[in-house]
């Protein structure tokens, strides 16, 4: 019995020390696998950190690349605006400048229409006043004396022919011209015939044209000599030197 249980005494020994060296080797292998455990997960902390400041570091770089972008977006809309508004001023300017142009040339047009239509009444009232004149003269003056009034006319007209320096004057009988207010008289017809033919060596068979509106007088068309010695063109003298003293 004895033996027995010193057979199982020893078994049981024998059974816990395996147990032992079991357990010591189970706790050696866990030990290993939770250092191991431990180093990995050390590892994959410290490539996490690496991949964050990774990330940060882009993060970062990032920022400054768009805060550059902004900047020079900023910049670029600055010059931009300031080249807008130059351009807005040129052209306003240029607007005003168009501006002032066509209005001084309103002004000049305005002025020179003026001036043509001044100068457009001064002649119609220059010739009102002629006319007027003429008017005046036939109404108060009878036919004898408009007749004898022009035969002193016409004599005077040929006095001034007479006095008339022949030496560089050309005349051409083919276009002599002669208008009268009245019929020539005979004697003063002879008279400018003879004076024709002794002065300037030509000679011309007298037929005038009668226009009443001269009043009295002769004009005397031959070649380039042109003597008017009629009472209208005396009328408008006198208009032209009224409008002077008026001046």
Avoid: C, W
Wanted: glycine share 4%; charged share 35%.
């Amino acid at each position: 019995m004895q033996e027995t249980y010193r057979i199982l005494l020893t078994i049981v020994v024998a059974f816990l020390a395996v147990l032992g060296v079991v357990l010591v080797v189970i706790k050696k292998l866990l030990l290993g696998d939770t250092i191991r455990a431990v180093e990995r997960v050390g590892q994959a902390e410290a490539e996490i950190r690496k991949k964050e400041e990774a990330m940060r570091q882009e993060l970062e770089r990032h920022d400054q690349e768009q805060t550059t972008k902004r900047k020079a977006a900023e910049r670029e809309i600055d010059t931009r605006r300031e080249e807008s508004e130059r351009q807005v001023g040129l052209m306003r300017e240029q607007v005003l400048e168009a501006a002032r142009k066509e209005a001084a040339d309103i002004l000049e047009k305005a002025r020179k229409n003026e001036r043509q239509l001044r100068e457009h009444v001064e002649l119609d009232l220059d010739s009102k006043a002629v006319d007027f004149g003429g008017r005046v003269f036939k109404l108060v003056f009878s036919e004898r004396v408009s007749t004898e009034l022009n035969k002193h006319f016409v004599g005077e007209l040929i006095d001034a022919l007479e006095e008339t320096d022949a030496s560089g004057i050309t005349i051409d009988a083919a276009s002599a011209e002669f208008i009268s207010s009245h019929p020539l008289a005979p004697e003063q017809k002879q008279r400018l015939q003879a004076l024709l033919a002794s002065k300037f060596g030509v000679k011309i068979d007298i037929r005038e044209t009668v226009r009443e509106e001269l009043l009295a007088g002769l004009v005397m068309k031959l070649g380039s000599l042109e003597i008017d010695g009629s009472l209208l063109s005396r009328y408008q003298e006198a208009v032209a030197e009224l409008k002077k003293e008026a001046v």
